[in-house]
């Protein structure tokens, strides 16, 4: 069974530049998850989907970040303009909806701002 | 957003020792699930516990669900070389909406 995919796995830009990340969930999974991991860390969610819908971007910071899932599968998160705080790894999971939960990582987009 | 508690925050054993850390929360958790991340790699996870008092063993890992709800521990027996990495903690919320994570321990084993 294929994992959650990421792209790119790298990405280094400087400060005011906007950058984006691609993410493929696991099959047949309705839940996405980004999440933003400083180094030293652990990871902090920033939206949660349900299907194409949010279900959490309370940890979103909406003036710079943005993030869509238009067809309920494959999601992007958007950083414009970026700051050097924004220095990070992005880290993309999916899971099934209700029952037993089991939450899934992509390898993750590092993210370098100069 | 609620960051739970890891302790310790790191620890450095001898190969073929037992290690234990554990992970608490203010808030009851319907679920834990334990995780693995090496760097550079995103979290792999180990095992996931789904109510109070449960314990669940994978290979020479075992993680239980505390009675309280707002407690998990995580037991590594007989530790190997590839056993180094950080251990996070994520509790699902009562919501059932997010997942909140646990600062981590990191842990290093000497041969």
């Known amino acids: 069974e294929a994992g959650v995919a990421q792209s790119p796995r790298y990405k280094i830009i400087e400060k005011r530049q906007s950058v984006a990340f691609w993410c493929n969930p696991i099959?047949?999974?309705?839940?996405l998850y980004w999440y933003q991991q400083i180094l030293g860390q652990g990871p902090k969610l920033l939206i949660q989907?349900?299907?194409?819908?949010?279900?959490?971007d309370s940890q979103l910071p909406k003036d710079r970040f943005s993030a869509e899932r238009l067809k309920g599968v494959d999601s992007t998160l958007k950083i414009q303009p970026a700051k050097l705080e924004d220095s990070a790894v992005y880290l993309c999971?999916?899971?099934?909806?209700?029952?037993?939960?089991?939450?899934?990582f992509g390898q993750g987009t590092r993210l370098t701002v100069v | 957003g609620q960051q739970l508690n890891q302790s310790p925050q790191s620890m450095f054993i001898q190969e073929g020792e037992d290690v234990s850390m554990n992970c608490t929360s203010s808030?009851?958790?319907?679920?834990w699930l334990w995780y693995k991340q090496d760097p550079g790699e995103g979290p792999v996870l180990l095992i996931a516990l789904y109510k109070a008092g449960e314990l669940t063993s994978n290979g020479r890992l075992t993680a239980q669900f505390g009675i309280t709800r707002k407690d998990s521990f995580l037991n590594i027996s007989a530790s190997i070389p590839s056993d180094v990495g950080i251990y996070f903690c994520a509790g699902l919320g009562i919501t059932g909406n997010q997942f909140y994570f646990g600062t981590g321990t990191s842990l290093t084993v000497i041969p």
């Open positions: 808030s009851i958790f319907n679920t």
């Open positions: 999971a999916s899971s099934l909806w209700g029952g037993r939960v089991r939450v899934f």
């Open positions: 989907f349900q299907n194409n819908g949010v279900v959490d």
């Open positions: 099959s047949g999974h309705a839940t």
